[in-house]
């Protein structure tokens, strides 16, 4: 069932005209996805199940997608999305160092929300830009090499 999820129309309009772009309507799959994270920060089960029902595929085949894909999020998350590179080239120039600034200065770990929405706190696979480790993403900006000492104002950056 979809739990009362109910794909916004203009959403519902978009996704049909990308699964109309492409010969397998699974192609639009990942699109799709992105579509409902943009309006309601994460993708719901219910957003799995209208997703399916609109590009006429099985839910089972969305909810591959949306787990392959770590930047799809399942669960609710914060304001802003932390997402700490942990990928070979990151991992050698500093990850550790990183990770540990981040969970001391925000009091969570890995899959965590701060008690008051403002962070939520996720490891990523390599965001391509490996020559400028170590790397992490907030929302749609990319910075690197980020240094502990530089922690602190980059999160004031995000209220
Ligand atoms: Fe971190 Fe590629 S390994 S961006």
Do not use: N
């Amino acid at each position: 069932d979809g739990d009362g999820f109910v794909l916004d129309p203009e959403d519902r309009r978009t996704i049909e005209q990308e699964r109309d772009h492409y010969e397998q309507p699974q192609a639009a799959c990942i699109e799709a996805l992105k579509i409902v994270q943009r309006r309601h920060g994460w993708v719901p089960d219910g957003a799995i199940v209208a997703i399916a029902e609109a590009l006429g595929i099985g839910p089972a085949e969305v909810e591959g997608v949306a787990t392959f894909y770590s930047l799809v999020f399942r669960q609710p998350v914060g304001r802003h999305v932390i997402l700490v590179c942990d990928s070979s080239s990151c991992f050698l120039t500093g990850y550790d160092a990183l990770r540990e600034a981040l969970s001391s200065r925000l009091g969570i770990g890995f899959g965590q929300t701060t008690s008051d929405g403002r962070f939520t706190l996720l490891p990523v696979c390599c965001l391509g830009a490996c020559d400028s480790g170590p790397v992490l993403m907030i929302d749609d900006d990319t910075y690197g090499p980020v240094a502990v000492e530089d922690v602190a104002d980059l999160l004031e950056s995000y209220p």
